[in-house]
Every structure is written in C-alpha cells, then in structure tokens.
C-alpha cells in the first residue's frame, strides 16, 4: 500500500540525495498498526455480497483535537437479487442512532462489526436505491489506528487510514475490495479556526477528489465539500482536518494541464513548495510511460500525516516527508493500486509490487549512475532470507501482507525479471495493456489478469516463471564453470542450487555474463532451461574472468565462477548453435518514444568500455556528440532536449567495432 517497505532504502535514499526513510521501522509501525484492527475479523467484509454500490454521500462531524465522529453515510446500490434485508460494516465502538430508507425508518440489528438492515419492502434486482446511516461514537483507539487524533508544532491534527480493513472503524461501508462505488460526495464538518499560541488560524479539512466549496456556519463550524467521480474502494477513502497551508502548482500531461494540491503544515510549507516539483517530473514520466494518468479530469495531491511513510489514498496520497523515493512511491500507486486494485491482499504485490517498482524506475531513469546500487540492496534484501512466497498465505497476518522484503523488494523484481526476459518495448507495452484491460481497468485484479496481459503482448507462455517466482520460494545461486577454448571461443558450465530446493529445485531464467580481461569484455546472456546446461560461445578475444548476472537483473546469490584447464580447440568458430541476438552485438533502448524532456538512451552489451553516441535530426545535422564510458558494457545516458524541433531523430552508437542505430520521435 504505503509505507515504502524497501528495506534497502536507508543505503539507497542516500546514494539519491533523499530524506532519510527508515524503511524497517516503517514496516514494524504499519504492522503494529493494523494488527490491532484485525483480531476477531476473520474475513475483511461483513457486508451484503449480493449490492453493488454505485455511490456513497459521506456526511461526517469532527474536530482534530476530540476522538469523536459523528455522520451520515448514504448508500446508493443495486441488489443483483431481490432482497428483504442488507448488511454493511461498522466497528462495534460506533453507535447506529437510526438507518432510513427514503425518509423511513428502517429497523436492524448489530451482529459483530455489522449493521444487519430488515426492509420494509422488498428491492427487485437491477433497481437503484438507497439507504442512510446516521451513528456516531469514539473510534477504537489502537495507538496507531484507522482514525487517529495527534498533533504537530503543538496543533491537534486528525486523519484516517484505512487499509486493509480498517475503514469500517470509522464508516458504514461495504469494507471488501471487489465492490468499488462509481463515486463520492464528501462533506467534512469541522471547526472553521484552530486556536496557535495567542491566534487563530484557518482550519481545512482534506479529501478525495477536487474540492467544491468551504461553506462558513454559525457558531464557528466549515462544511467542506470534496467531490471524486472515479470508482474507488472503500479503503481509499480519507480525511485530514488541521490548519493546513495550501498551495497549488500544474504539471502537462499532453494536452492536459493537470493541477496538483498540497495541504501541508504551516511550518513546513516552505520546504513542500521546494520539493513538490520533484513529484511532477515523476508524473510526466509514469504518464508517459505506463499510460494515461487515472484521474485525469480531476487532479493529484499531497497531504501532510504523521506516520513514517505514505499512504496513496486515491488522488490525495497522504505523506510524511517529501523524500523523492516517498513521493514517487505512493503516486505510483494511482495506476497500480488505485486505477487498479488487487482483488484480494494475497495478491498485495500488484499494488505495493508495482509501486515499488515504477518509484525506482524513475529513479534509475533521473540517477543512472546509481542504478547497480539500488538493485544490489533491493536483492540483498529479498535474499537476506531463503524462503517465502510474494503469494500471501494468510491475509490475516500483517506481517505477510505487508512484508518489505515479499510484497514490495521481491514483487517489485518480478517486473525487473519480466522486463529482462521479454526486452523494454514489450514489457513497457505489456504494463500499458494490462492499465487499459477492460476487465479490470477502475476496478480490481488478480496475478492471473497481469499474466493474461503479458503472455499476450510477449507471446510468450510465462506459467513456469509465476509457479516459480509468485507461488514458489526461494532464488537460485550460480556455479559457472568455464575454460577458454581458443582465442576467441569459452565453454561454458551453467549449474545452479536454490535456496528452497522443496519448492523450487530449479529456476528457468536467462543468465547475463560478462567475460572480461584486461583490456576487452564482453556480455553474453545463455537461456538457462535446465541444471548443468553447457554452452559454447565466441567471445572475439581470451578471457581471464567471467562476472554472473553484472547488470543485477536476477534474484540470486552466492554465484561462483571456477575457470577450468585451457582446451586448444578452433572448431568452436562459429559456434553452436549462434549466439541469441543480444549477445554482445549491442542493445540501444530510448525511454520515453516519444521522447519527453529529458529522454534516457540505456546501452547494454557491448563490447568496449566506452561508446560514442551521436544524435541527428531530420536534416542530418549533428545535435548531440557525447563519448559515454561503460561499465561491464552497460551504461544510461539521460540527454536534455530543451529547444529541439518536433520530428524523428537517429541516434548512432559506435562502441568496439559496432554501430548501432536506433530511431525515436520528438
């Protein structure tokens, strides 16, 4: 969900120039928090199976300094089923006052966390209707709980947080994932002033959506109005009520100029006005990259909370700090998590996975030279134990929900190895194909919907990597064993052991290797289908060394390479069978095409320890001429196009006897 659970980040946030996020601590903190919330709830829902909510009015009464709510929620539904009676969640702290239906008064009961309704009339299947609950009460106090009262700079501060099952706290609502309302009305009650040493200051209150109106009432009360059209489950709905300052900045998304709203405390506006455009360079680059953003016609925000970490409520993500990883993180949530939310928690890696994954994506992309290093901790984390699945067992264990080193590192590899095997283009087409599936597209998702996306856009049958990767345990270890076969030729020995050999005995992967010497290298990449696979590959020169994996595109550890006798033999050239077409000859991919400024060029594979690459225009003019050095021939040039004409460009990289040409649209 949220609190960017990487346990890597303290190394990582400092590489990058971020704000400290002790990512441990975090995930210890949101554990701690939900775990009070799930004893005796032995499913997340309660409510009626047989409604699908179309709308809820919110209507709710608070103050940040006093533990108390008191609303009204409306519900507009359709039953699928005629229905004499209907159920919604609500903690048993909260007391029921009345339920309406049509301004009658409708009678029902209080089973456990439930507020169980008896019709007066039967509702016909397939007829829109609706039903008012109006309670009020103290929400349980779990220290770090669903609604939670605390304060900063001596100012009271309330908000919500809700996952994973924590919205029924606080609010009737329907407290699964799988029933998303089309939309919300917000209407937030509160004190118009909060009282600062000796003055007063404006209090706001903050939501889903664009807002509407702050209506003055008598006797020193707001009524703020928050509108969101989009379908959204109810454990992304919030509030925050302090003396927030507010400020507005714009980011272009296409044709679409789209505003973005900060509630911040006062006593940090200035550090959050500074910060903030470093989330509108990541939203140019998910909408660029993984498609349109989700709530295009109405806006993105940041609201300022006391937890160690970030919440992505959908279109306001509730932070604590504006740390650049933070930031990236939860507005990635907007399309992995928000647009589309995994169907159940066992499935929690399609969000927190995903959210990982783009929130280090558009790092790599700003900060190439840091890209090894952030995947070394991110693997170092996921192997720091042998075993677990990022399949949760048991979504009654917070613990495994929320597992940084499962949920968010090891989920967020399976797109890094998925990305390996089927090359950039078609993953990044694959990510955008799964965003516009129908199916679930606004709604909810499970790991089979993503696999269907991918197979399709790769045409590959991709069931052996989620049986080994998502429901299996475990990551292999290499032993390579290799000997020089003549000046330009290796065999190799490609064996592995894993690490939970009853779940996995054997981990089919392609297998990056760089064979170097003094003075040459180069990267070949085997497509490793079975244990003790023996390769021959021409190489062009001898080699002293061979590194595993040197672009850290695989979960693994512990690899160990053992260089054999020397065998003269020159029938190896050319080999059998001939290398795969990325091995060694050079692989130029452009991110974004097309291009945004800046654009990245990322060179992999070849052969030398620098590359010229060389931009044309139209015209065959020369715009852009940078000698870029290479390690293990792999580097990211990240170019700036401030006044180029739109058009298509050529770009030229000419590295160890090899030119590669690639073209990309302005």
């Known amino acids: 969900m949220k609190y960017i659970l990487l346990l890597l980040m303290l190394s990582v946030q400092v590489c990058f120039g971020q704000e400290k996020d ?6 210890r903190m949101e554990m701690q928090a939900h775990q009070n919330r799930m004893n005796g709830f032995a499913k997340e829902s309660f409510a009626s199976e047989n409604i699908d909510v179309k709308y809820y009015r919110c209507e709710w009464e608070v103050e940040p ?55 007066a009339n039967t509702i016909n299947a397939g007829v829109l209707d609706s039903i008012s609950i109006l309670y009020k009460g103290v929400p349980a106090n779990s220290g770090f709980g669903s609604f939670i009262l605390n304060s900063h700079a001596g100012i009271p501060v309330m908000w919500t947080l809700s996952e994973p099952y924590g919205a029924r706290d606080w609010w009737p609502c329907k407290n699964g994932l799988t029933d998303k309302a089309d939309s919300i009305d917000i209407f937030i009650t509160h004190p118009s002033y909060i009282t600062t040493g000796t003055n007063d200051t404006v209090c706001r209150a903050a939501s889903n959506g664009m807002l509407q109106s702050e209506t003055l009432l008598p006797g020193g009360k707001t ?42 405390y006062p006593e940090n506006k200035a550090l959050w006005q500074t910060n903030t455009p470093l989330v509108l360079e990541a939203m140019q680059y998910f909408h660029n990259n993984f498609g349109p953003y989700p709530f295009i016609k109405e806006k993105y925000g940041h609201v300022q909370f006391g937890w160690g970490g970030g919440m992505e409520h959908q279109t306001s993500s509730f932070i604590v700090n504006t740390g650049e990883y933070l930031m990236a993180h939860e ?24 959210a990982t994954y783009l929130g280090y994506s ?4 700003k900060y190439p030279a840091n890209l090894l290093t952030y995947r070394r901790n991110l693997v170092n984390s996921i192997t720091s134990q042998p075993g677990g699945t990022v399949k949760v067992q048991d979504t009654t264990v917070l613990s495994q929900i929320f597992s940084g080193r499962l949920s968010y590192n090891k989920g967020s590899y399976l797109l890094f190895m998925l990305r390996f095997i089927v090359g950039d283009d078609v993953f990044l ?73 009853t779940s996995v005995p054997f981990f089919k992967l392609p297998v990056q ?53 020397d065998v003269n033999d020159s029938s190896c050239t050319p080999p059998p069978p001939p290398p795969p077409a990325n091995s060694g000859e050079g692989i130029v991919d452009i991110w974004p095409n097309p291009v945004t400024s800046p654009f990245v060029i990322s060179l992999h594979d070849f052969n030398d ?53 690639k073209q990309f649209v302005r």
């Open 513 to 565: 290797l760089t064979f170097k010497n003094a003075t040459e290298s180069k990267t070949i990449v085997l497509d490793n289908n079975t244990n003790a696979e023996t390769f021959i590959r021409t190489i062009g020169f001898k080699a002293d060394t061979v590194l595993v994996d040197p672009g850290l595109w695989l979960v693994t550890k512990n690899n160990t390479t053992e260089k054999t006798a």
């Open 429 to 501: 087409r694959a990510l955008k194909r799964y965003q516009q599936d129908p199916a679930v597209a606004y709604g909810t998702a499970t790991t089979a919907d993503f696999k269907r996306n991918i197979e399709a856009e790769s045409g590959k049958n991709l069931t052996y990597f989620f049986n080994q990767w998502y429901t299996g345990e475990g990551f292999p270890s290499y032993q390579v064993k290799w000997n020089v076969l003549d000046t330009n030729c290796v065999n190799i020995k490609l064996s592995q052991t894993t690490s939970m050999p």
């Open 362 to 365: 558009h790092l790599e992309t």
């Open 22 to 27: 002790d990512i441990e601590s975090i995930a």
């Open 223 to 264: 009524v703020t109005h928050w509108k969101h059209r989009y379908p959204i489950a109810s454990y992304l709905v919030c509030m925050a009520v302090t003396n927030y300052a507010t400020f507005n900045n714009t980011v272009q998304l296409g044709t679409t100029t789209l505003p973005m709203q900060t509630h911040c």
């Open 331 to 354: 507005l990635g949530h907007q399309w992995f998590g928000d647009k589309i939310t995994c169907n159940s928690w066992e499935d929690i890696w399609l969000n927190e996975g995903f």
């Open 65 to 119: 300094a006093v533990r108390y709510i008191k609303g009204k929620v409306t519900v507009y539904f359709k039953p699928t089923e005629a229905i004499s009676s209907l159920a919604f969640d609500l903690a048993d702290d909260l007391i029921v006052e009345e339920v309406r239906k049509n301004n009658v008064i409708q009678t029902f009961t209080r089973p456990t966390n439930t507020v169980s309704i008896n019709l």
């Open 609 to 661: 320890d620098n590359a010229l690459v060389t931009i044309y225009n139209k015209l065959g003019q020369r715009i852009y001429n940078q000698n870029i050095p290479l390690l293990f021939g792999i580097a990211q040039v990240k170019v700036p196009m401030k006044d180029w004409a739109r058009g298509v460009y050529i770009v030229k990289v000419v590295s160890g006897g090899k030119t590669v040409t």
